[in-house]
């Protein structure tokens, strides 16, 4: 008797054991059973930014070549030696010519040509900015006649990155982005063009000073590279004071980088950071292409600020931003799960459930993974066990959390809840 009473007892224990079990564990069982939650985190608004790394040296932006033609002309001396340093218009060769008259002409209709350049850069500056002015990041009829209204200017197209657009505001943000850029160029142009009348007047001032010689001035500011006493062309190599950066990009950084992209850049031993945008990059590799042997093609990025005190050959961390996303909803990317080809993250609400949700990600870049849609900025997301739906959850206390900084970390709206919920609850 007591034999059978005691079986049936183990038996039934069994029976219970394994059915609680298979209940608790069973996909989308309805017992109800409380998961402890290890590992949570707030959904916050962050900046993902995804970078590419690379290396560059700091180097002239520009060389001026200065080119002798000894055809009915008599060179007389080098005005200048190597290391010197020279201004727009310094004079840099002295030479002697009968036909001073047809180079003062010469000069004088190169400057009207260079106006006249001029004037068309001026005008295509203020229609750029006209643009970029009536531009509104919340007005989508500009998207829309964005191609019809740069009809002026063939050789430069700003819908070629953003005509298949959703987002609006982001496409004008990207437009204005790109006049920016596009003004930066013309400006450069313009300034080379002053220089050029510059000169071509300082010449002229020369010749008209001394009948019986003229001479060849500097374009720009810089510093004298090389005199070439044999008169072989170039005679005279001046490098711009003005800096780029300047290196090489494997053949997988090729496809990721292009022009008009932002960077940072860092010199060792240097706090602060330079900054500008990827002005070229070259189609063919920097070498002779050969079999079995990896091609590395040349880039050029131009600062925003020139640094100050930095030496020609300084080597500087290039960190390119191929995407961003700002301000966005962020996850730590551990809290992602992925089913049947759709995206959830597990919350944990305000009753005490954890709560499955599909959502839709954007950028990803390093741990951060940006939520475009399904969340809200402050909701709570497990980062680890995340396999249960409307199940009670239970976490640790923290009672080291309560100091007077976690309070501050709170809204008004949800030190209000808190200060009610407590009231009612009581």
């Known amino acids: 008797?007591?034999?059978?009473?005691?079986?049936?007892?183990?038996?039934?224990?069994?029976?219970?054991?394994?059915?609680?079990?298979?209940?608790?564990?069973?996909?989308?069982?309805?017992?109800?059973?409380?998961?402890?939650?290890?590992?949570?985190?707030?959904?916050?608004?962050?900046?993902?930014?995804?970078?590419?790394?690379?290396?560059?040296?700091l180097m002239p932006q520009e060389e001026y070549k200065v080119y002798f033609d000894d055809k009915d002309k008599e060179f007389l001396r080098f005005l200048v030696?190597?290391?010197?340093?020279?201004?727009?218009?310094?004079?840099?060769?002295?030479?002697?010519?009968?036909?001073?008259?047809?180079?003062?002409?010469?000069?004088?209709?190169?400057?009207?040509?260079?106006?006249?350049?001029?004037?068309?850069?001026?005008?295509?500056?203020?229609?750029?900015?006209?643009?970029?002015?009536?531009?509104?990041?919340?007005?989508?009829?500009?998207?829309?006649?964005?191609?019809?209204?740069?009809?002026?200017?063939?050789?430069?197209?700003?819908?070629?990155?953003?005509?298949?657009t959703e987002d609006t505001s982001t496409s004008n943000d990207v437009i204005i982005s790109q006049i920016e850029q596009e003004i930066y160029k013309q400006e450069l142009e313009k300034s080379k063009l002053e220089d050029k009348i510059f000169n071509y007047e300082t010449q002229i001032s020369l010749i008209n000073e001394k009948s019986d010689s003229a001479m060849i001035i500097s374009e720009g500011d810089g510093i004298v590279k090389d005199v070439n006493d044999q008169l072989g062309n170039p005679v005279v190599t001046i490098a711009s004071t003005s800096l780029s950066i300047k290196g090489t990009l494997t053949e997988e950084q090729l496809k990721k980088v292009k022009v008009d992209m932002s960077f940072n850049a860092t010199v060792s031993g240097e706090k602060a950071k330079l900054e500008g945008t990827i002005f070229d990059i070259g189609s063919f590799p920097e070498n002779e292409p050969e079999i079995d042997k990896k091609n590395v093609y040349p880039f050029e990025a131009i600062l925003s600020e020139q640094a100050e005190a930095l030496p020609i050959g300084t080597t500087a961390d290039v960190k390119v931003t191929l995407d961003q996303a700002l301000k966005v909803p962020a996850v730590p990317r551990n809290a992602i799960v992925k089913q049947d080809k759709k995206t959830f993250l597990y919350f944990l609400d305000k009753n005490g459930l954890v709560n499955r949700k599909e959502v839709t990600t954007g950028l990803r870049s390093g741990d951060l993974q940006e939520i475009k849609e399904g969340t809200e900025i402050g909701q709570v997301v497990m980062t680890t066990d995340q396999s249960h739906n409307k199940s009670k959850f239970a976490t640790t206390m923290q009672p080291t959390y309560l100091k007077k900084n976690a309070f501050k970390d709170l809204s008004s709206k949800e030190k209000w809840e808190s200060f009610l919920i407590g009231v009612a609850e009581r």
Request: one cysteine or more; hydrophobic letters at 35%; a negative charge.
């Open 1 to 57: 008797m007591k034999k059978w009473f005691i079986f049936s007892l183990i038996f039934f224990c069994i029976c219970f054991i394994t059915l609680n079990a298979y209940l608790i564990w069973k996909k989308d069982s309805k017992a109800e059973h409380t998961v402890y939650v290890h590992d949570w985190k707030r959904v916050h608004e962050r900046n993902i930014i995804k970078t590419l790394d690379t290396k560059g040296i």
């Open 81 to 164: 030696k190597e290391g010197d340093e020279v201004t727009a218009g310094t004079p840099l060769i002295e030479y002697a010519t009968p036909e001073l008259d047809q180079v003062r002409d010469t000069l004088e209709s190169d400057i009207s040509q260079a106006e006249g350049e001029l004037s068309s850069i001026d005008e295509y500056i203020a229609k750029l900015s006209d643009y970029q002015a009536s531009i509104s990041s919340s007005d989508s009829s500009y998207a829309y006649e964005y191609d019809s209204v740069f009809s002026f200017e063939d050789d430069f197209n700003f819908s070629e990155d953003i005509t298949d």
